[in-house]
């Protein structure tokens, strides 16, 4: 009995930060792997959009050139919602949401870690395919960098706003529409810089400024949004 | 005079939050504000010790929901080696007493205290003495009842290792069953997935809601013996459960269908 009355609990040093950022990230990846269906319903979505687009508009290159950037843009974040209810819906019904709030490791560090997963599996892949919607839209060829980078550096910041929204609306039935309503003014900023680079790059005019800008609004959310997750969800779990 | 011998500790004004104890030699201790007093007389000698705070405080707690009062002014209070039965007729409030004594639950009114430090104070410190089992078992249904643990682990930084890992799922009785995807498995086995934990655990304090639902008679009465086994080492337990527990007078019972007043 001695022994454990004086023990105190001791957190031994063997995990460190960057170990348990990993095993999150391994573990979601892990999960999304092994429901694969789940994974390629962004993407289709991107494609299809980019694919109908022309049909339904306007078949003229010139034309699609003009617009390029914006349906790209638009097909990318609105790709990016879609799939942004799932983030936290599974492990808020089976009950690992709550061990997750109740155990003694970082919740920001548990937080970015998911984040970090889930751009890997939608806003990396939207950034490798956009090349190709921009040769399907007739985007000029010097556009193609702007598009590519801006997209690398915009969708994080997408997914980072937008789990704010999915830890504020997982304890409802329903919250899909309302993720929408929160999450979509504070998608706009980036959206305009987001365009506003690749037409740059288009033109030819230096894009450093939306570079620097969407950066920025990056660096803000890592920094911030973890934070407004972790406090988001133990409100969810409390209710 | 709050002196009492044979290893129990008595604090009859409710002062128990001392660090402090006197004792007169060989077994007689006296704690809280006897201590005070007593500390320079001749006879007594003044000891350090924890041995007479409880884990957890419960204080003039208050929750209501929906418009009906589920429980009013509970006090109580956690020690050592004690497991607490929580009882109360469905929807008296028992899962929601343990989310709240948990820190999952933040509607309330009161006190709780962990160590006599508010427990929103010590935050870190208590979540890494606490193991919660809830409603939902916290397994995942897409991995393997390893990969459920190795997670487990990666979220509680302590000394559990692989083979801990494989010891707690044999103990469970899940050998054999390590690399099937849980959904593969039935409800009682997905159950004793997250039983394992208890194996698993260093934590001082568990909070177990309905530990025995879908468990098989054996796999009951090993884990009764589990937790009389934890009690014993200085832990402590509150649980829930329809069960009857063979514990003898280890277990203390708190029925919320009286302390509500509404039934």
Same mark, same amino acid.
């Given at each position: ?9 001791v ?7 960057g170990?348990?950022?990993l095993a999150? *990230?391994?573990?979601d ?8 269906s =789940?994974l390629?319903?962004?993407?289709i979505?991107?494609?299809m959009?980019?694919?109908l687009?022309p049909?339904?508009v306007?078949?003229?290159?010139d ?7 914006g349906?790209?843009?638009v097909?990318?974040l609105?790709a990016?919602l879609?799939?942004m =209810?799932?983030?936290f &819906?599974s ?5 690992t949401?709550e061990?997750? *709030?109740?155990s003694p ?7 970015l870690?998911k $984040?970090t997963?889930?751009w890997? %599996?939608?806003? %990396?892949p939207l950034?490798v395919?956009a090349p190709l919607?921009g ?7 010097g556009g193609?960098g702007?598009?590519?980078? !801006?997209?690398?550096l915009? +969708?994080?910041?997408?997914? *980072?706003v937008?789990a704010i929204g999915?830890?504020l609306?997982?304890g409802l ?7 929408s309503?929160l999450?979509?003014?504070?998608? #706009?900023?980036?959206l305009i ?7 740059a790059?288009v033109?030819?005019l230096?894009?450093d400024?939306y570079?620097?800008l ?6 803000l959310? $890592?920094?911030?949004?973890?934070l407004? @997750?972790?406090a988001a969800l133990?409100i969810s779990?409390?209710g | 005079?709050e ?6 500790f008595?604090h ?6 001392g &660090?402090e104890f ?5 077994l007689?201790?006296?704690v809280g504000h006897a201590?005070?007093?007593? &500390?320079n007389?001749p006879?007594?000698?003044?000891g350090v010790g924890?041995?007479?705070e409880?884990?957890?405080?419960v204080e ?5 929901r929906d418009?009906r $009062?589920?429980f009013?002014?509970?006090s109580?209070?956690?020690k ?7 009882e ?7 899962? /929601?007493?343990? &989310? $709240?004594? !948990?820190?999952?639950?933040?509607n309330?009114?009161g006190? #709780?205290y ?10 870190? =410190?208590f979540r890494?003495s606490l193991?919660y089992?809830g409603h939902q078992?916290?397994?995942k249904?897409?991995? /393997?009842?390893?990969e459920?643990l190795?997670?487990?682990a990666?979220?509680h ?7 801990r ?5 044999e103990?469970?009785g899940?050998?054999g069953y390590e690399?099937v995807?849980c959904?593969m498995?039935s409800?009682?086995?997905n159950r004793?997935?997250?039983?394992a934990?208890?194996y698993?655990?260093?934590a001082?304090?568990?909070i177990l809601?309905?530990?025995f639902?879908a #468990?098989?008679?054996r796999g @009951?009465?090993e884990?009764e013996?589990?937790i ?5 080492n200085g832990?402590?337990v509150i649980?829930t /459960?329809h069960h009857?527990?063979?514990?003898g007078?280890?277990?203390r019972r #708190? ?6 007043? +509404?039934?």
């Open positions: 009995m001695s022994e454990m009355l004086t023990k105190e609990p957190r031994t040093g063997e995990q460190s930060i170990g348990l950022f999150v *990230l391994k573990r990846l892990l999960l999304s792997y092994r429901r694969r =789940d390629v319903n962004p993407l979505f991107f494609l959009v980019a694919t687009f049909l339904g306007s078949p003229e290159p034309f699609l050139a003009q617009v390029a950037p349906v790209v843009w097909a990318a609105l990016t879609l799939s =209810d799932s983030v &819906r492990d808020y019904e089976d009950g949401l061990q997750t *709030l109740l490791q970082p919740l920001f560090v548990v937080v870690g $984040i997963a889930h890997m %599996l939608t806003g %990396l950034a395919l919607l040769v399907m839209l007739f985007l000029p060829e193609m702007g598009l590519m980078l !801006s997209l690398l915009g +969708t994080p910041t997408l997914s *980072l937008g999915a830890a609306t997982v039935r329903k919250g899909g529409v309302l993720i309503l999450v979509l003014p504070l998608y #706009i900023p980036v810089f987001g365009t506003s680079a690749v037409q790059a033109t030819g230096p894009l400024g570079i620097a969407l950066g920025a609004m990056l660096a959310g $890592i920094g911030l949004a973890p407004a @997750v972790g133990r779990v409390s | 005079m002196i009492c011998g044979n290893n129990t008595l009859s004004d409710g002062c128990c939050t &660090r006197v004792y007169n030699e060989p007689n201790y006296c201590a005070l007093k007593y &500390r007389k006879g007594f000698r003044l924890v041995l007479s409880p884990l957890l405080t003039r707690l208050f929750c209501e418009d $009062i589920l009013d002014n509970l109580f209070d956690v050592q080696g004690e497991v607490v039965q929580i109360g007729q469905n929807g008296s409030g028992k899962t /929601t007493l343990l &989310r $709240i004594l !948990s820190g999952l639950s933040r309330f009114e006190g #709780i962990w160590k006599g430090e508010p427990i929103s104070d010590v935050a870190e =410190d890494l193991l089992f078992p916290g397994v249904a897409i991995l /393997t009842p390893e459920n190795n997670w487990y990666a979220m930084p302590s000394s559990i290792d692989q083979s890992i494989y010891d707690a799922l103990q469970v899940l050998k690399d995807p959904h498995l409800a009682g086995q004793r997935v997250s039983l934990r208890l698993l655990s260093d001082q304090l568990w809601d309905e530990p639902t #468990i098989d008679k @009951v009465a884990k013996a589990l009389a086994r934890h009690a014993e832990g402590s649980l /459960t009857e527990l063979n514990m007078d280890r277990v #708190i029925n919320l269908d009286k302390l509500a007043g +509404t039934s």
